[in-house]
């Protein structure tokens, strides 16, 4: 696993290509969002899909969640509608995972048969830029194994996994991240609100 250190907020080029080239050919990456580490692929790739479950020990039950570099390329993967678009634009780039019906072009895999996919556009410049980049949703699902405490640190995920060194292509190392909730999770049915995860985004007043 080779390791891409990220000293500010500034996304250097020759990185990025570097990212984005793994990201075409299969491979799978370690980066940080507002949140925590992530573990990140291209989510319409059915084979990385199955890696990162495995990788995880995550019950295939459970969807994996994405994130995508905009709006306009939300809007390739899943059906926004008055309430959903009203969210996404009041508090994107942010810590708010949007869970939508999906469209036909997303992996059965990838939302565990459901018909709806669990999406935000992340605060974290890098991760948006990867997913913008590499014009594919990319996925995001914590980077610890599932049921352990979620890693702020390169370091505490190579502890935590004994495979990861070997079945994780990059790491983007930002240092220590700063211990916040995971994103709030909400979905919004027949113009109502159901929050699925209380997080770092507060909802009240929004409707």
Known sequence: MKIIKIKNKHIRQSDLKKIIFCLKKGGIIIYPTETAYALGGDALNREVVKKIFSLKSRSKKNPLPVIVGSLNQAKKIAVFDQCSRFLAKKHWPGPLTLVLPKKKNIPPLLTANKRKIAIRISGFLWAREIAEKLRRPLIST?????????????????????RVSKEVNLALDAGRLPKVKPSTVVEVKNGKLKVLREGPVNLAGSF
């Open 142 to 162: 914590s980077a610890n194994v599932s049921g352990q405490e979620e890693c702020y640190t390169v370091g505490a995920i190579l502890k935590q996994f004994s």
